[in-house]
């Protein structure tokens, strides 16, 4: 096996490091790699990872958890999503999947607003929004959520020493969920 081959990679990534469809194929008969979904490849001797995760950091590179799975993420809510709750750029058109994915498409202007990286293994990042902007679009699309979701994920961040200022600083983007944030604030603080 090429050891330049990157923890997770796609087919024409292997042809890329010489490696033909049939040493492909002769790696997965001798357990040297893994197929994830199609087209995607992972070696055995890699770190551990979440398989869905990394598909979607593979096929999606503006990918980015939103919503559930952010708010699942930074611990503000105690469900667990059966989907991965995943935002791209209005007007990006998201891959076919293995993975249980549930796209929402959100404005580019304010997409990169909160967004931050995680590694998912040596060559791949996937997008997830910080706590504040993850509360922010709970309230946002409360409609889509429930209110309940976005108010007990604003109560856990306020307890851990989240600062309502930096809520509001990124409410300011979206004009829609101020008025609920504020409503909220007052009730709690």
Not at 5 to 25: I, K, Y
Not at 67 to 73: I, M
Not at 100 to 111: C, E, G, I, K, M
């Amino acid at each position: 096996m090429d050891a330049r081959l990157p923890a997770t990679f796609t087919s024409a990534e292997a042809a890329e490091h010489g490696v033909t469809r049939r040493g492909l194929q002769r790696m997965l008969r001798d357990g040297l790699i893994g197929r994830i979904s199609r087209g995607l490849y992972r070696r055995t001797d890699a770190e551990p990872t979440d398989y869905d995760l990394a598909e979607i950091a593979a096929k999606a590179r503006r990918a980015t958890l939103c919503l559930l799975s952010a708010l699942a993420s930074h611990e503000l809510t105690d469900i667990i999503p059966s989907e991965h709750d995943v935002a791209l750029p209005r007007g990006t058109w998201p891959p076919r999947l293995s993975a249980p994915v549930r796209w929402h498409l959100f404005a580019p202007t304010t997409f990169d607003i909160g967004r931050e990286e995680v590694p998912v293994d040596d060559a791949h990042a996937l997008g997830v929004y910080n706590a504040p902007r993850s509360i922010v679009d709970a309230y946002r699309l409360r409609r889509e959520l429930g209110p309940d979701i976005a108010n007990e994920a604003l109560r856990r961040w306020l307890r851990r020493g989240g600062q309502a200022s930096e809520l509001m600083k990124i409410a300011s983007f979206f004009p829609a969920a101020r008025p609920a944030i504020l409503n909220a604030l007052q009730i709690l603080l």
